[in-house]
């Protein structure tokens, strides 16, 4: 019979900790176009790729959910939105970068929806710097597909497109 070790497994490491986020991105057509957003040069993780306006929750806000995309859509671009219920969930995981944790990252789980403008005129005048945005376009539905979008996002605008033809 052969032998079996019955030690210890040796010294245990602690992984580097993971923090939970949550987040929501509107896609707001008109016209038969998509609002979507450019990533700046200055953005840490996806620059000059294209995605829509949105972003993460502050876990001690208290702002409901509708009104923290209309938030963070209005801080973003300007714009005033109707925000539509979720069609499509996803996650992804980023380096944390916040200054007391080494090594940690950060997943999130986030939600589309699909969101009705009620103003059309785009501005920038009430962005955050951690926004890292530096310009958008109004995209007809056909050409989306056709930016550099930022990855995770790829299946998302898949499961969207025919929802909004």
Request: with cysteine.
């Amino acid at each position: 019979m052969p032998s079996v070790e019955t030690g210890s497994p040796g010294p245990l490491t602690a992984s580097p900790p993971v923090r939970l986020q949550f987040a929501q991105k509107a896609f707001i057509t008109a016209g038969g176009r998509l609002l979507m957003v450019r990533k700046a040069a200055s953005d840490p993780f996806h620059p000059g790729r294209w995605e829509v306006p949105g972003g993460r929750l502050d876990v001690g806000g208290d702002l409901d959910l509708d009104d923290h995309i209309r938030r963070e859509v209005w801080e973003e671009v300007g714009l005033k939105i109707d925000p539509g219920p979720p069609f499509h969930l996803w996650q992804w995981f980023m380096d944390d970068r916040s200054p007391d944790v080494r090594g940690g990252r950060i997943r999130v789980v986030a939600a589309a929806r699909h969101c009705r403008p009620l103003t059309l005129d785009v501005a920038f005048g009430n962005q955050d710097e951690s926004d890292h945005l530096d310009g958008c376009a109004w995209v007809p539905l056909d050409a989306v597909c056709s930016y550099p979008l930022i990855p995770s996002l790829r299946p998302v605008v898949r499961a969207f497109l025919p929802l909004a033809r």
